[in-house]
């Protein structure tokens, strides 16, 4: 197996991004991973573009400092304000979540019609919408803010009627913007957790069933390709599930961690080494 040393780095408002540390574990079992979650500052979403970019190149510096080979935003509404900035300031490869997503949506959208939920900020942005565009001029993107599914997700109600409730209330609203929709970009760290419940959410509020895309995946596979073709892990490795590549979390506030942490990542978090940022 060759492998450079270096660890990837990767950091979000708080512990949603593990979703995208699972999916890079399942991806790439055999790398160190180095997450760091800002849980003093969290939630971004509702943050202006200057502020998430400022806390983002405070976040990125932190794990520059360990010489991560790769650094990966896992925080979409990070991904959606901060990405430039983040790419002129460091020289490593800095991975978002929004290309990957956007890349995964328009490989599967058989309608041209892409929906895109995620935080308020992550929308206003219009970030996938511009994306997707770039990929093919010809997809409808419209997007729709759901701010009440984080919280919701981090309450750990995940199969309740109160989400489904919520979820589908949202989702209604995007189906009357554009009911040709028939795929769905889940823009948020915190989505993947609730995926079942928003897919019926959405066979209610279409009428029939939509094509739900996870960024989370969509940026672990993305991980996996920039790596490889950098030449930092070979391809004939990949297959080697059993070499279980350490994962050490950091965050700025260790409030509630466990118990939310493990919910996200879907294993048990060993510790979380607080830090200043
Ligand atoms: N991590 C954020 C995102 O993916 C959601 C939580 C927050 O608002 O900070 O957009």
């Known amino acids: 197996m060759q492998r450079t040393q270096a660890p990837i780095g990767v950091f979000d408002s708080g512990v949603g991004g593990l979703t995208v540390v699972r999916a890079l574990r ?48 896992a925080c979409n509404t990070a991904s959606a304000h901060a990405l430039p900035v983040l790419r002129n300031a460091f020289e490593v490869p800095v991975l978002g979540a929004v290309e990957p997503g956007a890349r995964a949506a328009a490989g599967v959208t058989q309608a041209g019609h892409v929906g895109v939920i995620g935080t308020l900020g992550t929308i206003r942005s219009r970030a996938y919408e511009e994306a997707l565009k770039r990929l093919n001029p010809s997809i409808s993107v419209t997007g729709q803010a759901c701010p009440l599914l984080v919280p919701l997700a981090e309450e750990g109600w995940t199969d309740d009627e109160i989400t489904l409730a919520v979820a589908r209330r949202y989702l209604r609203e995007l189906a009357a913007k554009d009911p040709a929709i028939d795929t769905l970009v889940l823009g948020c760290t915190h989505y993947p ?5 928003l897919q019926v959410a959405a ?15 969509a940026m672990a596979h993305a991980a996996r390709d920039v790596l490889v073709s950098r030449g930092e892990i070979q391809v004939e490795s990949l297959g080697e599930r059993s070499m279980g590549g350490q994962l050490r979390c950091f965050v700025s506030d260790a409030s509630r961690l466990g118990e939310l942490a493990s919910r ?3 294993e048990s978090v060993g510790d979380f080494e607080q830090v200043d940022l």
Request: hydrophobic content about 45%; glycine content about 8%.
């Open 193 to 197: 957790l609730l995926s079942s419940m």
């Open 203 to 217: 066979r209610d509020a279409f009428g029939r069933s939509v094509t739900l895309v996870d960024s989370a995946t």
């Open 26 to 73: 399942a991806q790439l079992p055999g790398e160190e991973v180095f997450y760091l979650g800002d849980t003093a500052r969290v939630p971004y979403g509702s943050k202006s573009p200057e502020t998430v970019a400022r806390y983002s190149l405070a976040c990125a510096r932190f794990l520059l400092k360990y010489r991560v080979k790769l650094l990966m935003v």
């Open 264 to 266: 996200f990542l879907g």
